[in-house]
């Protein structure tokens, strides 16, 4: 039922606009406020017990176990504690009840199990309750792990991050919130650029990345890889070239999309070129605007110890090509998949929750089967290309 609720809510909040801008996260904490509250006034209320009949109710028997189990490891932990408190005659009423609760799980006999269980279910309310946790008490400490939890996952493992700009669009969009995978390159300490175990594994072309910006280390760029340490990166108008090779590209066709106006930060439809590219044998999206003024960019050698990125949507990216490489101890993580999407305007993205970022490349319905030829047509071509390229690296600065 709080799942069923959840969903219409989610449905209802979404047509009238409820969600539009706001963070997924104020939502999880209300649902989580809302839940401890509702949970703790029920204990409250008279009659709360569920009737004989619905206990008895098959479908219902592993949950009623399940509370029971907890009961007895309830009821012998405050019995270790508080027993002095307890006058003799009611603390072995209670050790006997505990013992038949046992036996009747023990011997699958439901009834047994039912009547059992709500028997010392009223002896420890009735003598024990002062020292009986409350169901808000029980849930606040879950949560209270569950942060702690979610804070070293954070440090360590995996960080959420909102797209702020249309700098990646096809392949992210602003108002996508994806997970990070923060140990792939080493382990780093929280709020420094120390890391731990750095050469593990070292960034590939192609991959997908978040990173301290490094002219303002406290802002986060998300890019493309086009280029590691020893490349020669070059762009001629629209075609990129790694060590004196353009990259392998495939044209899939016009492509249009909708972003915010850098000066007048107004939602504008802007028509570009789409193609797949690929970059490390990795087959992505990129775009180039129809009326954008083409311009060369380079060369620029990829210094040791750094990467060289670029957007995908290249024509409205600020990117290595105006600042250079990033160094390997400002990135912070490897981008994963989509956990949430929602922006302005259309509200909430459903289609695009779930998605991998560095796996195959989702496009428009009017331009995927395109997409989908160019892929199967250049996967070949492009492992040639990336292994040509490869050999024709240069030292490292």
């Known amino acids: 039922m709080p799942a069923i609720v ?12 409820w969600i539009d ?11 989580a406020a809302l839940e401890i509250i509702a949970l703790g006034f029920r204990d409250r209320l008279p009659n709360r017990g569920l009737s004989d009949r619905v206990l008895r109710h098959r479908s219902n028997m592993r949950k009623i176990r399940r509370e029971a189990r907890h009961l007895m490891k309830e009821t012998r932990r405050l019995l270790r504690k508080h027993a002095h408190r307890l006058e003799e005659e009611v603390r072995t009423e209670m050790e006997s009840e505990l013992e038949e609760l046992r036996s009747a799980i023990k011997g699958g006999k439901d009834e047994g199990v039912v009547k059992t269980f709500r028997r010392l279910d009223l002896k420890v309310e009735e003598h024990l309750a002062f020292a009986r946790k409350s169901t808000m008490r029980e849930y606040a400490e879950s949560i209270g792990v569950a942060v702690l939890v979610a804070l070293f996952l954070r440090a360590f493992v995996v960080e959420a991050f909102k797209i702020p700009s249309g700098s990646m669009i096809p392949t992210l969009e602003v108002g996508d919130h994806i997970f990070v995978n923060k140990y792939v390159f080493g382990l780093q300490v929280p709020w420094t650029t120390v890391k731990f175990f750095e050469h593990v594994r070292e960034p590939r072309r192609g991959e997908v990345i978040v990173f301290r910006y490094p002219r303002d280390i406290s802002k986060d760029f998300i890019k493309r890889i086009v280029g590691v340490e020893g490349d020669k990166i070059e762009m001629r108008r629209t075609q990129l070239y790694l060590n004196d090779r353009p990259v392998p590209r495939c044209y899939v066709g016009e492509y249009e ?20 590219e690929f970059t490390g044998s990795v087959p992505h999206l990129t775009i180039y605007d129809r009326e954008n003024y083409r311009r060369d960019y380079g060369p620029w050698r990829v210094k040791r110890g750094e990467v060289f990125v670029m957007g995908d949507n290249r024509d409205n990216s600020h990117d290595s090509r105006y600042w250079q490489g990033v160094p390997l101890s400002y990135i912070k993580g490897r981008a994963l998949f989509i956990w949430w999407s929602n922006g302005s305007p259309g509200g909430m993205r459903l289609e695009r929750i779930g998605r991998w970022i560095m796996g195959n490349p989702h496009a428009a319905r009017e331009v995927e089967r395109g997409v989908e030829r ?4 250049g996967v070949r071509g492009a492992r040639r290309g990336t292994a040509e390229a490869e050999r024709s690296r240069g030292p490292a600065e």
């Open 6 to 17: 959840a969903v219409l809510f989610v449905i209802v909040a979404e047509d009238v606009g």
């Open 21 to 31: 801008g706001v963070a997924p996260w104020h939502f999880l904490m209300a649902f």
């Open 257 to 276: 999309y909708r972003d915010q106006n850098s000066f007048t930060h107004q939602i504008e439809t802007k028509d570009s070129d789409l193609y797949v």
């Open 374 to 377: 160019c892929v199967e047509a």
